[in-house]
């Protein structure tokens, strides 16, 4: 989570990512995903994919660039729609 916001761009390969109770998305090289100011998610490569990405946190002295919460559990990483 990220007390400002996080710009996610992914520059190769396929992801997931998913917001707090939202659906499983499948992300490709050239998606950007903004991520709101304290919205918790998760971003990361899909199974058997290599996904590359660009993070950029924003942060300032009262508001580090992240805060980590509870590991992605696999019922939610499996969850992901098929990947083409």
Known sequence: ?????????????????????????????????????NEEHWHGAAPNRLMVHLAINESDEQNPAVQWLEPVTNA????????D
Do not use: K, W
């Open 1 to 37: 989570m990220h007390a400002l916001s996080q710009t996610v761009y992914v520059t190769e390969g396929v992801g997931l990512c998913q917001r707090r109770g939202g659906p499983v998305e499948v992300i490709r090289a050239g998606d950007r995903v903004l991520f709101e100011a």
């Open 76 to 83: 939610d990483y499996s969850a992901a729609p098929p990947i």
